[in-house]
């Protein structure tokens, strides 16, 4: 049985996906993490030089200021010393924190969803990854964010700008270009943009793999795919028209792919009619 102030690789696996999901905070020493350079998902790494009083300092700051209202869970190769530390020191600084029990050893037995991070450029400041793409969003532009915060990078900025200036600003900044011809993070084949970041991070779980289809038919008008591809496209389509403002309308979508996620996950076998719901014996 974990202890009080441990999170079983059981818990995490349900959280990771969803809004409720903790900070994860990757503290194995650089010579374990060479060993297996891949993170759990949504998980970022403490260099080995912030594992000190001034390093812990600026990161407890970091989370307030930008995870306020976020727990955080902290996981070293096998749930030791390490992690058990940092929690601990976390906590005595008002913020919630746990360690994996087993740690990271323990997840990667268990098959549950890691990235492979060697793919990530482009930071900000507070180390958030960022990335830009075109303005008016509609479904693959509004996707892949959702995968990228949900699973790889939960601070991560998206930037919407004019079609022609994409990969200027990338440039200018040091971003991610993503959804437009001739980048590295675009459509390739009969696969949309969502499939390339699952493919390019080396996320596969079945509830991931059944939401890209649905959004590869969404997107690519392939309604045949999936029958949840049309309710997407629609859904999609409506929110387009609500926002004017791409962020807003982002922020709205995440709750959107939020849905889908968990129906993928959780829900596929489920049906309903009025009838499951009226009183007995009328």
Same mark, same amino acid.
């Given at each position: 049985m974990p202890a009080p102030d441990a999170m079983t690789c059981e818990k995490l696996a349900k959280l990771i996906g969803t809004s409720k999901a903790p900070i994860v905070l990757d503290a194995r020493r650089?010579? !374990?993490r060479q060993i297996d350079s891949r993170q759990i998902a949504a998980s970022r790494?403490?260099?080995e030089a912030d594992m000190c009083g001034d390093g812990l300092a600026?990161?407890?700051?970091?989370?307030?200021?930008y995870h306020p209202?976020?727990? !955080?869970?902290?996981?070293?190769?096998?749930?030791?010393?390490?992690?058990?530390?940092v929690a601990a020191w976390l906590r005595t600084q008002d913020i919630t924190a746990e360690y994996l029990d087993g740690g990271f050893n323990a997840w990667a037995a268990a098959g549950l969803p890691m990235f492979?991070?060697?793919k990530l450029h482009g930071r900000d400041g507070a180390g958030r990854t960022l990335w830009v793409t075109r303005s008016r969003p509609k479904i693959d532009r509004i996707a892949c964010p959702w995968l990228i915060r949900r699973f790889i990078d939960p601070g991560a900025v998206f930037l919407y700008v004019a079609p022609a200036e994409v990969q200027s600003v990338a440039d200018l900044l040091g971003a991610a270009a993503y959804d437009i011809d001739g980048v590295f993070w675009s459509h390739r084949g009969?696969?949309?943009t969502?499939?390339?970041l699952l493919a390019e991070f080396g996320l596969s779980i079945p509830a991931l793999d059944r939401l890209?289809? !649905?959004i590869r038919g969404a997107d690519t008008a392939r309604p045949d795919l999936a029958p949840e591809c049309a309710g997407l496209l629609a859904a999609s389509l409506g929110l387009s028209r609500i926002y004017a403002d791409d962020l807003e309308q982002l922020e709205a979508g995440m709750g959107l792919y939020d849905a889908f996620y968990r129906w993928c996950r959780d829900a596929t076998g489920e049906t309903h009619n009025w009838q499951s719901h009226g009183r007995v014996g009328k």
């Open positions: 650089d010579a !374990v790494t403490i260099a600026r990161l407890a700051q970091e989370l307030r200021e209202a976020k727990s !955080v869970l902290v996981t070293c190769a096998e749930g030791h010393g390490r992690s058990q530390g492979d991070p060697a009969e696969g949309c969502f499939d390339t890209a289809t !649905v």
